[in-house]
């Protein structure tokens, strides 16, 4: 897929890359959705930043971007830690030779519970993962989007099917997903008339990650206090959707998406090719939901 990409940019005059010389931040790129748009914005020519929480994951998503001929720096924290997104901007930036060009908010989990067992905790930890660190992370590095030059830059939030239409069991995502959306247009309306920055939101449906895996696979995630989440649909659960006939019924690609189909959209707002799309929600669901 990647390559392909390729293909198509160097056909469309891009020959180092519909991205060459732009530095990007892509927060939860140890893994997952955020390594594939990882890897697939080094292939077209941009200085890419891992950030994770995981620094293992993120040294590995960085050296294979290195090992491959393109250009990427390892820089693990945790989202909910205000000293490291203080961290993660200066340390961007001089790897960016003093220049920050892309943010991709992409970090994050799910912490599950009908709305009546819901905690605060629950609540508290999602909403600040998914709404308030995107907000802090674009405000440390304003300094770098509000500025007058002809240099593309971009922000691209990402949201939920769930805070487009809510979800059973899942409030505080929702309400955390919904809310990146007001805050995209927001900054499309501030930052673009006279920065020419572009935002946009991408909504994804159901893609193939361990957030959609069986929970019975037992991925986690931990938080600071040593308090390990399960991530996951119960195995239960997940069989009697995925069942027989009724298996993806209302996709009408009649598929779940692959990480790296998720990690192309993303490609694609950031590049060239959507200069004019600014303030948009772009719904990635195989056809759900229209």
């Not at 891009?14 to 594939?36: D, H, N, R, W």
């Not at 509000?146 to 809510?166: A, E, F, Y």
């Not at 490609?267 to 090719?273: E, F, K, R, T």
Request: avoid cysteine; proline fraction near 4%.
């Amino acid at each position: 897929m990647s390559e392909r990409i390729s293909q198509i940019a160097g056909h469309l005059n891009y020959p180092k890359g519909m991205l060459a010389g732009q530095v990007a931040i892509i927060t939860g790129s140890g893994q997952g959705i955020g390594a594939e748009a990882a890897r697939l914005f080094a292939n077209e020519g941009a200085k890419v930043v891992v950030s994770d929480i995981d620094s293992e994951k993120a040294q590995d998503v960085a050296k294979s971007i290195n090992d491959n001929g393109g250009k990427a720096i390892a820089i693990p924290g945790d989202m909910l830690d205000n000293s490291y997104i203080d961290q993660l901007v200066k340390k961007a930036a001089e790897f960016g030779d003093g220049k920050i060009h892309i943010i991709v908010n992409n970090a994050g989990f799910t912490w599950d519970g009908v709305i009546h067992k819901t905690t605060d905790k629950q609540w508290d930890t999602i909403i600040a993962l998914h709404s308030t660190a995107p907000f802090r992370l674009i405000r440390a590095a304003s300094h770098y989007f509000r500025v007058r030059d002809s240099v593309p830059r971009n922000i691209v939030n990402i949201s939920s099917t769930s805070g487009l239409h809510g979800n059973a069991g899942q409030a505080n995502y929702a309400l955390a997903k919904a809310g990146v959306v007001g805050l995209t247009k927001t900054i499309a309306k501030e930052w673009g008339p006279s920065f020419g920055v572009r935002a946009n939101t991408v909504a994804f449906g159901h893609i193939a990650t361990r957030l959609t895996a069986a929970k019975e696979e037992g991925a986690f995630v931990q938080t600071p206090d040593g308090q390990k989440i399960p991530l996951g649909i119960p195995q239960a659960q997940k069989a009697a959707r995925e069942s027989g006939d009724s298996a993806f019924k209302d996709i009408p690609l009649g598929r779940p998406g692959t990480a790296t189909e998720a990690a192309s959209v993303i490609l694609a707002v950031v590049s060239p090719l959507f200069s004019y799309v600014s303030g948009q929600t772009i719904s990635v669901t195989g056809g759900r939901n229209i």
